[in-house]
C-alpha cells in the first residue's frame, strides 16, 4: 500500500552550525506568538524563519513573510545548509520523560512517502481539517518548492520487522542531534545503503499509514501536486511533488504517547453556570474530589469507561457517564460508532452542546472554549478568573484512534496530542529535485 522513498536531505552544515539546538523549531501549529517571537531572536538562522516568519507593517501580496522565507532557503542552501550527496531515508529518535516519569525513546523513520488520496485508503486521516491553515500552507509551499516540516504517521508492526531493520544503524555515531526546549533529546541518523532501503520498502509496502500530526499540510501537499499536474504539459507521477516527507512511527513503539486535549470553557453568561452542577446530575454520578491537582490521578484510577473532570473554582468533581443516562439521542447518528464512544465526542455533545448550550459556531469562533494539553495551566485558567470551567479528559487510545480512520471517519477537533511533537530543523527536503 504505503510507497516510501529515500530523498536527498537537506541539513544543517555542523560546520557552519554548532549547536542544532538553537535553530529547531516545533510544528508551526504549536508556535505561540511568544515562542515565535522568542525562536526569531534566538538565532538568525533558526528554521521559524522558514515555516513561520514574522510580518511586518506594509506586507503586501508581493512583500511579505513567505516569500522571505523563499528567500531564506534560496540563501540558506548557499550557505548553512548541506545536501546530502546520495537519496537516504533517515533514522529519528526523540528521547523524553514521559508523563508518567518515565524515560522513553520513540523511534521514528523519515522517508518521502507517496501521496495518496484519501479515497485509496493508503494513507488514512484521523482529524478534519479548516481551510485557513491549508490556504497559509499552500502560500509556503508554493514559495519554497520544499518540505520544512516533517508529517507524523503511524502504521501497524506487531512484529516489529521496521524496527529490526533500523536498530543496526543507531549502533553508530548520530549524524546530528539536538536538544528542544521541552528536554526531548532529538537524533539522526543516514540510511542510504540499497539494500535496507528495499527491505524498508518492502516491510511497508503493505501497510496502510494513519496521519497522527500534519493533516493540513497532508492535503496542502495534495493539493499542491494536483495544481502542478494540472500546469505541467507531461506528468509521469515520480516527479518530487508525488511525494511528501513523513516521520513513520509503529503504533506499538513503546515511545508513542498520546496525551489529551482538556477544554477550558470562558465568557459564558452567569445564568447558565448558575444551576450547571444540578443539571449534570441527569448525565453523570457526581464524585467529589480532594482538590484540584487531584483531578487527573483519579481519571486515571477511575474504572469507569467514560469518566471526565471538572473544575469550577473551588469545586473539583469526577463525572462518571451513566449507562442509562438519556445522552444518546444527543449524539450525531450517521457518525461511526468508534466516533461516538469518544471521551471528547461524549464530552461535547453532552456538557458543551446540551448542558452549556453552545452551539458549533460559538464552539469554533474560540471565544468561549480553549485548549491545552495541560492540567495544570487548565487548573490555573481557572484560579486566575481567565476561564470559568476547566473540562478534563484522559487521553484517546491509539486503538481509538485507528478505529476511527479505519470506520473512514475524523475526530473531532484537538482529540489527541501526540508527545513529543517532531521536531523541524533536523532534515529538510526539497520539491527542486528530481
Given at each position: 500500500?504505503?510507497?516510501?522513498?529515500?530523498?536527498?536531505?537537506?541539513?544543517?552544515?555542523?560546520?557552519?552550525?554548532?549547536?542544532?539546538?538553537?535553530?529547531?523549531?516545533?510544528?508551526?501549529?504549536?508556535?505561540a506568538p511568544?515562542?515565535?517571537?522568542?525562536?526569531h531572536?534566538?538565532?538568525?538562522?533558526?528554521?521559524?524563519?522558514?515555516?513561520?516568519?514574522?510580518?511586518?507593517?506594509?506586507?503586501?501580496?508581493?512583500?511579505?513573510?513567505?516569500?522571505?522565507?523563499?528567500?531564506?532557503?534560496?540563501?540558506?542552501?548557499?550557505?548553512?545548509?548541506?545536501?546530502d550527496?546520495?537519496?537516504?531515508?533517515?533514522?529519528?529518535?526523540?528521547?523524553?520523560?514521559?508523563?508518567?516519569?518515565?524515560?522513553?525513546?520513540?523511534?521514528?523513520?523519515?522517508?518521502?512517502?507517496?501521496l495518496?488520496?484519501?479515497?485509496?485508503?493508503?494513507?488514512?486521516?484521523?482529524?478534519r481539517?479548516?481551510?485557513?491553515?491549508?490556504?497559509?500552507?499552500?502560500?509556503?509551499?508554493?514559495?519554497?518548492?520544499?518540505?520544512?516540516?516533517?508529517?507524523?504517521?503511524?502504521?501497524?508492526?506487531?512484529?516489529?520487522?521496521?524496527?529490526?531493520?533500523?536498530?543496526?544503524?543507531?549502533?553508530?555515531?548520530?549524524?546530528?542531534?539536538?536538544?528542544?526546549?521541552?528536554?526531548?533529546?532529538?537524533?539522526?541518523?543516514?540510511?542510504?545503503?540499497?539494500?535496507?532501503?528495499?527491505?524498508?520498502?518492502?516491510?511497508?509496502?503493505?501497510?496502510?499509514?494513519?496521519?497522527?500530526?500534519?493533516?493540513?499540510?497532508?492535503?496542502?501537499a495534495?493539493?499542491?501536486?494536483?495544481?502542478?499536474?494540472?500546469?505541467?504539459?507531461?506528468?509521469?507521477?515520480?516527479?518530487?511533488?508525488?511525494?511528501?516527507?513523513?516521520?513513520?512511527?509503529?503504533?506499538?513503539?513503546?515511545?508513542?504517547?498520546?496525551?489529551?486535549?482538556?477544554?477550558?470553557?470562558?465568557?459564558?453568561?452567569?445564568?447558565?453556570?448558575?444551576?450547571?452542577?444540578?443539571r449534570?446530575?441527569?448525565?453523570?454520578?457526581?464524585?467529589?474530589?480532594?482538590?484540584?491537582?487531584?483531578?487527573?490521578?483519579?481519571?486515571?484510577?477511575?474504572?469507569?469507561?467514560?469518566?471526565?473532570?471538572?473544575?469550577?473554582?473551588?469545586?473539583?468533581?469526577?463525572?462518571?457517564?451513566?449507562?442509562?443516562?438519556?445522552?444518546?439521542?444527543?449524539?450525531?447518528?450517521?457518525?461511526?460508532?468508534?466516533?461516538?464512544?469518544?471521551?471528547?465526542?461524549?464530552?461535547?455533545?453532552?456538557?458543551?452542546?446540551?448542558?452549556?448550550?453552545?452551539?458549533?459556531?460559538?464552539?469554533?469562533?474560540?471565544?468561549y472554549?480553549?485548549?491545552?494539553?495541560?492540567?495544570?495551566?487548565?487548573?490555573?485558567?481557572?484560579?486566575?478568573?481567565?476561564?470559568?470551567l476547566?473540562?478534563?479528559?484522559?487521553?484517546?487510545?491509539?486503538?481509538?484512534?485507528?478505529?476511527?480512520?479505519?470506520?473512514?471517519?475524523?475526530?473531532?477537533?484537538?482529540?489527541?496530542?501526540?508527545?513529543?511533537?517532531?521536531?523541524?530543523?533536523?532534515?529538510?527536503?526539497?520539491?527542486?529535485?528530481?
Amino acid at each position: 500500500m504505503a510507497q516510501i522513498a529515500p530523498f536527498r536531505g537537506i541539513r544543517y552544515d555542523p560546520t557552519k552550525i554548532s549547536d542544532l539546538s538553537l535553530v529547531i523549531a516545533p510544528p508551526y501549529d504549536v508556535i505561540a506568538p511568544a515562542y515565535q517571537s522568542v525562536l526569531h531572536q534566538r538565532h538568525p538562522f533558526n528554521v521559524v524563519r522558514l515555516i513561520l516568519g514574522e510580518e511586518h507593517p506594509g506586507d503586501d501580496a508581493q512583500n511579505n513573510w513567505y516569500q522571505r522565507a523563499a528567500h531564506h532557503w534560496a540563501q540558506w542552501q548557499r550557505g548553512v545548509l548541506v545536501r546530502d550527496e546520495k537519496p537516504a531515508v533517515y533514522l529519528y529518535d526523540q528521547t523524553f520523560e514521559a508523563p508518567d516519569g518515565t524515560v522513553r525513546t520513540r523511534r521514528g523513520l523519515i522517508a518521502a512517502v507517496r501521496l495518496e488520496d484519501f479515497r485509496s485508503g493508503v494513507v488514512r486521516p484521523h482529524e478534519r481539517t479548516l481551510p485557513a491553515p491549508k490556504a497559509d500552507r499552500l502560500r509556503l509551499l508554493r514559495a519554497c518548492h520544499a518540505n520544512f516540516s516533517s508529517i507524523f504517521s503511524l502504521y501497524e508492526d506487531p512484529q516489529n520487522v521496521v524496527a529490526s531493520l533500523l536498530a543496526p544503524h543507531a549502533q553508530h555515531a548520530p549524524l546530528a542531534e539536538a536538544t528542544s526546549d521541552d528536554h526531548v533529546h532529538h537524533r539522526l541518523w543516514k540510511i542510504d545503503d540499497a539494500a535496507t532501503i528495499h527491505a524498508l520498502q518492502a516491510a511497508l509496502a503493505d501497510k496502510p499509514l494513519f496521519i497522527a500530526d500534519g493533516h493540513h499540510r497532508y492535503e496542502t501537499a495534495l493539493a499542491y501536486r494536483d495544481e502542478l499536474r494540472a500546469q505541467a504539459a507531461r506528468w509521469t507521477g515520480d516527479e518530487a511533488a508525488n511525494f511528501v516527507m513523513m516521520t513513520l512511527v509503529n503504533v506499538h513503539d513503546p515511545g508513542l504517547v498520546v496525551l489529551p486535549y482538556h477544554r477550558l470553557i470562558a465568557n459564558l453568561p452567569a445564568e447558565t453556570l448558575s444551576d450547571f452542577g444540578e443539571r449534570l446530575g441527569a448525565f453523570f454520578d457526581v464524585l467529589p474530589v480532594a482538590d484540584a491537582h487531584s483531578i487527573m490521578p483519579a481519571l486515571y484510577r477511575s474504572p469507569e469507561k467514560h469518566v471526565f473532570g471538572v473544575y469550577e473554582q473551588d469545586e473539583p468533581v469526577l463525572l462518571a457517564l451513566r449507562d442509562d443516562a438519556p445522552y444518546r439521542s444527543l449524539l450525531d447518528e450517521s457518525r461511526s460508532p468508534a466516533f461516538n464512544d469518544l471521551d471528547v465526542t461524549l464530552l461535547h455533545a453532552i456538557v458543551i452542546e446540551d448542558l452549556l448550550g453552545l452551539t458549533q459556531e460559538q464552539i469554533a469562533s474560540g471565544r468561549y472554549v480553549s485548549y491545552t494539553s495541560d492540567d495544570k495551566q487548565a487548573i490555573a485558567a481557572v484560579d486566575s478568573g481567565r476561564a470559568e470551567l476547566a473540562l478534563l479528559l484522559r487521553p484517546t487510545r491509539i486503538e481509538q484512534v485507528l478505529a476511527v480512520a479505519n470506520a473512514g471517519d475524523q475526530m473531532p477537533q484537538k482529540s489527541t496530542y501526540f508527545y513529543p511533537k517532531v521536531i523541524t530543523g533536523m532534515v529538510m527536503r526539497s520539491l527542486d529535485d528530481a
